[in-house]
C-alpha cells in the first residue's frame, strides 16, 4: 500500500510537470539554488574534515548547519508550501485505507521532494566532515537515513496537523498572532545572550553546547559525542531524536485520525441581520462603487488578501525593537516604503483571487474602467492612512520635518505607482494564486515559475518608474537640502497620480481587450 | 418582435485540432422556453460561452435582441441574464449581498436593486439565508441565489446553463415557477440540460447537439415526434455500450 502511495505521487509530479512549462522551470531554479548552496557547504565541509580543523569548530559547523536544515524543514511546510498539495492526506477520507499504511505511505512519499534532494547533499557533507574519525564516520553514515527520515516526519507532523487543526480563519490568525509574539520574544532573549558574552565567538560554543540537545540539532551532533567519547551524551542525544520522531509520528497519526476518520462538518458562520449589506450601502451606487465594495469584504472576510499584509505588523513590531535595544534606526524609518510597497502589490492578484466568480464581472458586462477603479478604490481607502501613519509616525519621532516630508514622499510615490502598476499588470500578467478557501499560504501547483517571473516584472518597472524620487532622495541624503525634500514629495504625488491614472486607464483597455480571454485563463487555474 | 431573443449564427470552437462546436446555428425564438440538450462533452458549456461572452468562438456570430454579442458585447450583455456552469460565486459575501452587487454591477440605482432584492430573495424562499455568507450555502439554495443575481436587472433573455444540476425537487420547483411567469410575462429562457423528463416537461422549444453539432431543433411536439422526448434523444445521439450484463456483477 505504501509503494502505491508512493507511485502515486511520483505520477501525480509527471503529470504536473507535463502539464506546464513553468512547473519544471520553477522547480528547477528551485533545485539549482538549493544545490549551488548546498555544494558551497559540501566543499566546506569536505575542507573541514580533514583532520586538521579544531574540534570545536567542525562541532559548530555540524550543529549551525544541523539546526538550520531542521528550521527549514519547520518553516517551509508553515508559510511556503502551506502542505504537501498533491497529497492532501483529505483526498484519501472515501478510501478505506488503512491507518498504519496511510502514515507510511504519506511520511515515505513526503520524502520525494526538492528539499530531500538538497538535505542528501548536506548530509554526504556532514559524513564528510567526520570522516577523520572513524566512529564519528561510522555514525554519521548511520544517522544519515535516520534523519532524512526525522526532517520529512516533522515536516508531515506540521501539515498534516495544519490541515487538520489549523484549517479556519480563526485559527490561522492565532498562528500569526503566536509566530509574531515568538518573534518578540525572541529578541529580547538573543539581545541579553549576545550582551552576556563579550564576542560571538565566545557565546558560539555555549549555543552550540545548547542546540545539540534540543531536537534542532541533536542528530547533527551525534557524531561529535562519539569523537569525543561521551557515550553518555551520545545516548541522550540520540533519545532526543527518536523523541522527535516519536512525537512527529504521533502527532502525524492523531491528525491523520481527526482528517479522516472524523470529517468536520462546516462551521456556522454568523447570520447578519436583513437589509445590512455592509460596505455595498456605503459607496456610491455606481458599477465602480460595487467592485470596491465588494473587494472591501473580502480584504476582511478572505484569508487570502490579509495573508500577504501579515508580515507588515511583524516587521513593524522588530523594527521597533530594534530601534528600543540597539539603536538601529533605518528599519524604522523604511517601515513606511516598505508598507507602500506591499500594500501598492496588496491588488497585483486580484483577478486571479476571484477564481472562476470573475464570470459575474464578463457576464454583467462590467467595463474596464469600472473593474480597475474599483479594485485601486478599495485598496486605497485603507493603504493610503495606512501608509502615511507608517511613514510619518517614525519620520516625526526619530528626525525633523525634512525627514518626515521625504519618508512621506518616498511611501505615497511607492503605493501610487505600485497600485497603477498592479492596476495594469493584475489584467495582463496572470499567475496562479490559492484558490478561494485555501490556505493564503498555500502554493498552487506548477505556480512558483511563472509567478515568480511577473513578479519580477512588475517589480522591475516600479523601480523604472521610482528613479526620479531615488535620485531627490539621495540627493536629500547627501546635501540636507529643503527644496530636494520638497521636490521629491511634489514629483512623487504629481507622478503617482499619473502613473496611478495611466494605470488604471491602461488596465481598462487590457480588461475590455482581452475580457474573455482573462477569464478562460483565470479559469484553468481554478 | 421578429429578431429571435437568440440567435447562433455558425458558431465554431475548436481546441487544437479538435472542434469542440462546429458550425452551431440556433435561433430561439421571444417568449420561448428553449430546452438545449446534450450528452456530457456534447458541447453544450461551450455554445453558451460564447453566446454570453465568456469565451471567444474561432467562427460566428451570437446575436442577442439584435445586438451581436462580440461587436457590442456591453448592450448585449444588459439585456441578457446568465447562469454559467461550474462556476464560482463571489460566496464571502451573504445572498443579499451578492444580489445587490449584481444589481450595482449593472448600474442599477440602489432603491430598486433594495426593492428587488427583496422580492427576489422572497420569491425563492431565501428570506431566512439573505444574512448568511453564500458559501454556507446547500447546492439548491446556490443555483437560486445565483439565478437572483442573473434576474436582478429584469433581463430580456436568461441563459441558464444547468440550472437544474444538483438541486433538490423543492427546490427545483420554485426555480420552475419563477421561470415559469418569467416567460409568461414575455421573458425568453434557454436552459441546458441532460435531464430529457424535465425538458419535456417544462419547456416550449429544444435543441439537441451532439459532438459540437445541431442534430435538431424545433418545438418539443415537433422535435420528438410522437415518441417522449428522452426516446427521441437515444434515437438521435445513438446507443453507447452494448446492453452487455457483467457477469461478476450479481449477488
Known sequence: ?526 | MDTPALRLEGLTKRYGGQLAVADLHLEVPRGSFYGFVGPNGAGKTTSLSMATGLLRPDGGRAVVGGLDVWQDPIAAKQIMGVLADGVLLFDKLTGEQLVTYAGLLRGMDRSTVAERTEDLLRVLGLEEAAGKPVSDYSAGMTKKIALASAMVHAPELLVLDEPFEAVDPVSARTIRGLLDSFVASGGTVIVSSHVMDLVQRMCSHVGIIAEGQLLAAGTVDEVRGGQDLESRFVELVGVEGGGEELSWLRL
Not at chain 1, 310 to 320: G, M, R, T
Not at chain 1, 367 to 387: C, E, N, S, Y
Open chain 1, 1 to 526: 500500500m505504501a509503494a502505491t502511495l508512493i507511485r502515486l505521487k511520483l505520477r501525480l509530479m509527471a503529470n504536473d510537470f507535463g502539464r506546464s512549462l513553468w512547473t519544471i522551470f520553477g522547480t528547477a531554479l528551485v533545485l539549482i539554488y538549493g544545490l549551488g548552496m548546498a555544494t558551497i557547504f559540501l566543499v566546506i565541509q569536505i575542507r573541514m574534515g580533514d583532520g586538521n580543523e579544531s574540534f570545536q569548530n567542525v562541532l559548530s559547523m555540524s550543529v549551525l548547519l544541523g539546526a538550520a536544515a531542521f528550521l527549514f524543514w519547520i518553516l517551509i511546510p508553515v508559510f511556503v508550501a502551506g502542505g504537501d498539495a498533491l497529497m492532501d492526506p483529505r483526498r484519501f477520507v472515501t478510501f478505506a485505507v488503512p491507518r498504519r499504511s496511510l502514515i507510511l505511505g504519506l511520511i515515505l512519499s513526503a520524502m520525494i521532494s526538492v528539499g530531500s534532494v538538497i538535505t542528501v547533499v548536506w548530509l554526504i557533507g556532514q559524513v564528510m566532515l567526520w570522516r577523520w574519525d572513524l566512529g564519528a564516520l561510522a555514525v554519521a553514515l548511520l544517522s544519515l537515513p535516520l534523519l532524512l527520515i526525522t526532517y520529512s516526519m516533522v515536516a508531515q507532523a506540521i501539515t498534516t496537523a495544519m490541515s487538520a487543526w489549523f484549517g479556519g480563519r480563526r485559527s490561522r490568525d492565532v498562528l500569526a498572532l503566536l509566530g509574531m509574539a515568538a518573534a518578540v520574544g525572541a529578541a529580547p532573549i538573543v539581545i541579553t545572550v549576545m550582551n552576556a558574552f563579550e564576542t560571538f565567538g565566545e557565546a558560539l560554543p555555549v549555543i552550540v553546547e545548547v542546540l545539540s540537545f534540543t531536537p534542532l540539532a541533536a542528530g547533527p551532533a551525534l557524531p561529535a559525542a562519539v569523537a569525543e567519547g561521551d557515550l553518555l551524551g551520545a545516548a541522550a542525544r540520540l533519545g532526543v531524536v527518536l523523541g522527535t520522531v516519536l512525537l512527529a509520528l504521533l502527532v502525524i497519526r492523531a491528525a491523520l485520525v481527526s482528517i479522516t476518520e472524523r470529517p468536520a462538518a462546516a462551521s456556522r458562520s454568523r447570520t447578519a441581520r436583513r437589509g445590512a449589506i455592509g460596505f455595498f450601502s456605503l459607496v456610491p451606487a455606481k458599477p465602480w462603487g460595487a467592485v470596491a465594495a465588494r473587494c472591501l469584504t473580502y480584504w476582511l472576510k478572505d484569508p487570502r488578501y490579509g495573508g500577504s499584509l501579515i508580515i507588515v505588523p511583524v516587521l513593524a513590531v522588530v523594527a521597533v525593537f530594534m530601534s528600543a535595544q540597539v539603536g538601529t534606526v533605518w528599519m524604522l524609518l523604511a517601515l513606511g516604503p516598505f508598507v507602500a510597497w506591499v500594500l501598492g502589490f496588496g491588488i497585483a492578484a486580484d483577478i486571479s483571487y476571484d477564481s472562476t466568480a470573475f464570470a459575474q464581472h464578463v457576464t454583467a458586462g462590467v467595463r474596464g474602467t469600472d473593474d480597475r477603479l474599483g479594485r485601486a478604490a478599495a485598496l486605497l481607502v485603507f493603504a493610503l492612512p495606512l501608509t502615511l501613519l507608517a511613514a510619518g509616525i517614525p519620520a516625526a519621532l526619530e528626525g525633523g520635518a525634512g525627514t518626515v516630508v521625504v519618508s512621506v514622499g518616498l511611501s505615497l510615490g511607492m503605493l501610487l505607482v505600485g497600485v497603477g502598476v498592479s492596476s495594469v499588470t493584475s489584467a495582463r500578467l496572470l499567475y496562479p494564486v490559492p484558490q478561494p478557501g485555501d490556505s493564503p499560504f498555500a502554493t498552487p501547483q506548477g505556480s512558483a515559475g511563472r509567478s515568480l517571473v511577473m513578479q519580477s516584472a512588475s517589480w522591475l518597472i516600479m523601480i523604472g518608474l521610482m528613479i526620479p524620487e531615488l535620485v531627490l532622495w539621495i540627493v536629500w541624503l547627501i546635501t540636507s537640502e529643503t527644496w530636494a525634500a520638497a521636490t521629491l514629495l511634489l514629483i512623487a504625488l504629481g507622478k503617482g497620480l499619473l502613473v496611478l491614472g495611466w494605470g488604471i486607464r491602461m488596465g481598462a483597455r487590457v480588461y475590455d481587450r482581452r475580457l474573455p480571454e482573462i477569464y478562460q485563463q483565470v479559469r484553468s487555474y481554478a
